[in-house]
């Protein structure tokens, strides 16, 4: 089989890492890529977004198995372009992505299908939703209905933050057309989990749990991020909550879909918040999460292309997956500055050293290669190093132990990733 992957990150390129042992595959290319994947993929200069290009490369070269990594093809229809061409494409369609590209979509569906979630109120006028918060008072959480790269939400504690927040999408459209509408919701509090599930329209596979960890710094403080490390499996997600999960979110939404008439196929992420009264559901994402896709992967025993192929064929119903007994912890290393103004263009060496730490895998990210031959930070998230151990101790020390060969001044890490676990 020939497999395109689509991206550059560090989703990515475990995607690729993993793909690139199947015995099923005979080439795997990678679009864009990075330096890191171009060892196990053959990289193409097309960007992620450029569907047009995406398609004719995949028709000239005869791919059978396109798999997109982050979003933003997936809610731009590289799904449907690509089954237009014949191609078959493991990701929702453009109307299935919506779970991810519209707050609102999902907060309807949750309501049709008697999924948990918070209470939830949308706005077109801004008007309407200041009165909306004054009267409700806060903590309360305001989102932008759109995609606004992972910087739409905001949980206000106070109602002047709520405020502010209002102005600044609807008013002042600091993410453009994202925050036309807004969507008010009652502020869930506990501990959130990640849950990802492959699925093929009506049925649905658990791929496991993960904890993401979005704030730049150690004990969660500054700013948010795309997510600088994370766990796997999360051990306060045991797994007949994860069966509940299953029952009560996954597979009532899997359903709702296909009444809606866009069945979804394609990695399901439900961002949930364990709460006292219950798992309850915060987001969907269309997508695996980055680095959350790190850490599951190194968990991974079976190979993951006959069940890439199984959820585009509509044949996961038989299908299993095998992990290893075991813990994995990616622990993101970004340049200096991010996520605000990363500093770009410094060397990193070490890499060698690190991948040679037992039990280590390094994914890159944001990186490039040098002129010299060096690889150079070209991005905020520049590396995810990831440990695997037969616990989530050792797994972390393994993580930071390759860390630590990392020859990269320009460079940090949180130090606490999986220590709240711990
Ligand atoms: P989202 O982009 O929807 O994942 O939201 C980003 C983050 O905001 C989530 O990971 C949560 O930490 C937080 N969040 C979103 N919705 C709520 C909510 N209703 N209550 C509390 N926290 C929330
Ligand atoms: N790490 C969070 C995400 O990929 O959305």
Redesign the pocket.
Known sequence: MKVLVVGSGGREHALCWAIAGSPMLTKLYCAPGNPGIAAVAACVDIGATDIASLVGFAQDNLIDLVLPGPEAPLVAGITDAMEAAGIACCGPTKAAARLEGS?TFTKELCDAASIPT?L?ERFEDAEAAREFVRRRGA?V?V?ADGLAA?K??V?AQTEAEALSAIDAMMDRRVFGEAGAAVVL?????GE?VSLFALCDGEDALILGSAQ?H?RVGDGDKGP?TGGMGAYSPVPSFPAVLEQACLEQIIRPALKEMVRLGCPFRGILFA?L?LTAEGAKL??F?VRFGDPECQALLCRMKSDLLPALLAACDGELRNFDLRWHNESAVAVVMAARGYPDAPERGSVIGGLDEAAAVPGVTVFHAGTAAGPDGSVRAAGGRVLTVCGVAPDLRQARDRAYAGVDAIRWPEGFCRRDIGGKAL
Do not use: Q, R
């Open positions: 707050k918070a939830w903590p959480v989102k992972g739409g939400v949980v919701e009652e502020c869930l509090t959130e993401d979005k948010n961002g918040m915060i987001e994402n």
